[in-house]
């Protein structure tokens, strides 16, 4: 018996969709990575060209450069590098000269784009989960998230991390945006971190969901451009919008989304959600679930769905 | 039949006897099963937005309607649980909630509380997709793809074993008392989601906690060989024999994963620990001491950590810049200089060439020194004594505090 894949057992979960091959017409990527893609990012927009990394269960990390030219898009595979093992995350240097990678080898890697060399700058007790790159006024750093507990700060010219935070559980989420980091711990633990000077926690939230977290993001205050809040994403089909200091209470809630219509005798099937991506301009998020469908959202006090 | 309009706004004078509708609130189709169970079903937004008066309100609840219509799952909706409930009906709710857990096709290996913001039940512990997967390539590429089948097997069939008890625990007294029981020692506790007291080394005295291996606590538990926690459970996902005392009891007698199948009991490298009991430091620790061991670095508590990505002299000064947080200190407002700890500001050579910790730098690096809190208490009155009793020598390194 397999989760993954062909379905004997008794309890048998929904994988993929029966519908149609791009339905809707979305350009696709050329030389795709032979397995699941586990994460993507955009270059920043300190180079003048856009690229897209992808991080994947091929032990692969892929960088193509995507061209629109009207409305085609084209996308050329520049260039891959290799893992030992599947690769969980990828973030890109405030500058877009370097990807940094990370993987279940326990490793992750830092690419130099301009020299094409690969190497190591993290190491964990187990697979690595989360990766992000941090830039504050007085340090830069990379933080990577581990099943092993910890959360660890590397600053890339030694090969011992800086810091190490000790977490109660393991890291199943994490987003970084200065001075803010957020990470979603199993077991339901949310630690808020603040980063000027130096990491430091924050403070613990009280988890919003019931269910086991998948994936996180943090969001700005539309005026100030700072961060004040995050979306919280779990298996049970349920975003939790939550502010650090909310004013009001009520100012905190939860949507359901990627849920199937279900029969009025049955039970409806309930998707997890797994990453969820804010507008850096307006107040619009992305959430994208294991029912296949992304939808996007508009945070007021409440989300209705565009 | 129409929507109640003054429903939606939160302030409907005529009730359940309203010849309108009332969304997520009975109805005929869920009266009969309502009855049965007492569960009530005040709707699925959260509460605030109810009370709020929020302008929005309107809006937002007739898309909810309109979802929950498309759902059709009216007769399933999950209550939204406050303090103010009892114990029986929260009960209630967890059987609705384990109902839809099934039937839903939810992801099965997750934790699970039945209120929000409130701690997770005892026996059910978190595993990802990722990690599962990450399991099954490693396999693959053992070439032994059979070994990941059948521990993925047994992991799933523990976890919908226990979805489904929780279900039917209407028909199983003992356990109902279990769940009863466990609700009431959260309740003592306030509903904190810190319900994981600091991790209880087998020879200090066991906090008392939802959470510790006693069988009689156990939701799930017999005193099966099996059930003897953990220490299975521990077997299965990390083979850790001495977190063994902390494990929740997960395993309850009768699961079908035999003892053989701990395919992912390599100490250290486990992914599968037993769950949050196996750091056993407390989630949301409310700024005790122990809470902030678990977030100061370098007091490597866990076993499964090795020493020596701390351990190295250059290192340390630079951990030791900002080391531990003070206990019962948490941090001040975003933004603003922080009290608590020693930061200097960095050095352009990156974090911490700074100044060392007040308390002095632990010696040559070394972070081997117990924290006070798990000390036993003849193990404290030994070293604070003059000299070591003969037979009563502690075999622990001494806490950090006490070594001038």
Known sequence: MSL???????????????????PMKDFEVQSPPEDSVSC??????ALPT????????????????????????????????SHQGPVLGVAWSEDGTKIFSASCDKTAKMWDLNTNQFVQVAQHDAPIRTIHTIKAPN????????????????????????????????????????????????????????????????????????????????????????????????????????????TNPKDNFTFKCHRSNGTSSSVQDIFSVNDIAFHPAHGTLATVGSDGRFSFWIKMQAVFRL | MGICQFFMRGSCKFGSSCRYEHPGHQTNANRQYADQYKVDHRSEYSTQQRQSGNRYEVLQGQQQQQQQQQAGTQHLTTVNLTKQHSNADIVNA???????????????????????????????????????????????REGNFAKYEQAAAGLL???????????????????????????????????????????????????????????????????????????????????QANVAAVQPAIPFGGTVVPPSASVFGKPAQSLFPAGGATAGTSLFGQGTFASSTATTLGLQTSPQQRPSLLGSPPVAPGNAGFGSQQPGGVPSLFGQATATTTA???SRSGFGAASPRQEGAPAAGEDSYTPLDRLTAAELEQYRGEKFASGKIPTRPPPRELVS
């Not at chain 1, 993954?4 to 791009?22: E, I, K, R, V, W």
């Not at chain 1, 993507?40 to 927009?45: D, E, G, L, N, T």
């Not at chain 2, 096709?105 to 512990?125: D, I, R």
């Not at chain 2, 510790?212 to 299965?236: D, K, Y």
């Open chain 2, 344 to 346: 200097a500001p960095f």
């Open chain 1, 4 to 22: 993954f894949g062909t379905q004997n057992s008794s309890f048998s979960l929904p994988f993929g969709s029966t519908a149609a091959h791009n």
């Open chain 2, 94 to 140: 967890i059987i609705t909630e384990s109902r839809v857990w099934e039937e839903s096709h939810m992801w099965p290996l997750s934790c699970y509380a039945y209120m929000k913001e409130g701690p997770c039940l005892s026996g059910f512990n978190d595993i990802s997709p990722e990690e599962l997967r990450c399991q099954a390539y490693e396999c693959v």
């Open chain 1, 50 to 81: 856009n690229f897209l990394v992808g991080a994947s269960w091929d032990n692969t990390v892929r960088c193509w450069e995507i061209q629109a030219q009207g409305n085609q898009v084209h996308t050329v595979l520049r260039a891959q590098q």
């Open chain 1, 139 to 246: 340090y830069t750093c990379v933080m990577t998230g581990s099943w092993d507990k910890t959360l660890k700060f590397w600053d890339l010219r030694s090969a011992n991390p800086m810091m190490t935070i000790q977490l109660p559980e393991r890291v199943y989420c994490a987003d970084v945006v200065y001075p803010m980091a957020v990470v979603g711990l199993a077991g339901r633990g949310i630690i808020i971190y603040q980063l000027q000077n130096q990491p430091q926690e924050f403070k613990k939230i009280e988890p919003p969901l019931k269910y086991q977290h998948r994936c996180i993001s943090i969001f700005n205050d539309m005026k100030k451009n700072e961060p004040t809040g995050f979306a919280l994403g779990s298996i049970e089909g349920r975003v939790a919008i939550q502010y650090v200091q909310a």
């Open chain 2, 157 to 239: 069939s523990a976890w919908c074993g226990r979805i489904a008890k929780l279900r039917d625990i209407q028909h199983d007294p003992d356990a109902r008392q279990r769940l009863l029981s466990e609700i009431e020692e959260h309740r003592r506790a306030g509903f904190s989601p810190d319900l994981l007291l600091p991790p209880a080394d087998p020879r200090a005295t066991p906090a008392p906690s939802a959470f510790t291996a006693g069988t009689t606590r156990s939701l799930f538990g017999g005193t099966t060989a099996f059930g003897g926690g953990g220490a299975t459970g521990g077997s299965v996902f990390g083979g």
């Open chain 1, 40 to 45: 993507m990012k955009f270059s920043p927009a």
